[in-house]
């Protein structure tokens, strides 16, 4: 799983976004706020972190356990499958 092509997170005014650039913002218009875990889920997603990988991550950083961080994981991966920034 990565991320596609032409979506990028920036901070702006200390909030973390995605937004598409290229050719993929004339089909994305918007953009994705992430909260401090979900930044930190992209951001392995960036550095091709697979999801075991990112949930054990998530599990230590944040002192729960994997069952619980991978269920979160799944749910915010699968909507951005949904809406396509993401890519099997």
Same mark, same amino acid.
Request: aromatic letters at 4%.
């Given at each position: 799983?990565k991320?596609?092509?032409?979506?990028?997170?920036?901070?702006?005014?200390?909030? =973390?976004?995605?937004?598409? &650039?290229? @050719?993929?913002?004339?089909?994305f218009?918007?953009?994705?706020?992430? !909260? #401090?875990?979900? +930044?930190?889920?992209?951001t392995?997603?960036?550095?091709?972190?697979?999801?075991?990988?990112?949930?054990?991550?998530? =599990?230590?950083?944040y002192? &729960?356990? @994997?069952?619980?961080?991978?269920?979160?994981?799944?749910?915010?991966? !699968? #909507?951005?499958? +949904?809406?396509?920034?993401?890519?099997?």
């Amino acid at each position: 799983m990565k991320i596609k092509e032409n979506y990028v997170m920036r901070e702006v005014a200390g909030q =973390a976004i995605v937004i598409a &650039v290229g @050719e993929e913002s004339k089909k994305f218009k918007g953009m994705i706020n992430l !909260n #401090r875990t979900g +930044k930190d889920v992209w951001t392995g997603l960036e550095k091709g972190l697979n999801l075991a990988e990112i949930v054990k991550k998530m =599990a230590d950083d944040y002192e &729960v356990d @994997e069952n619980t961080a991978m269920q979160d994981i799944e749910s915010m991966v !699968n #909507r951005l499958l +949904k809406i396509g920034v993401l890519e099997n």
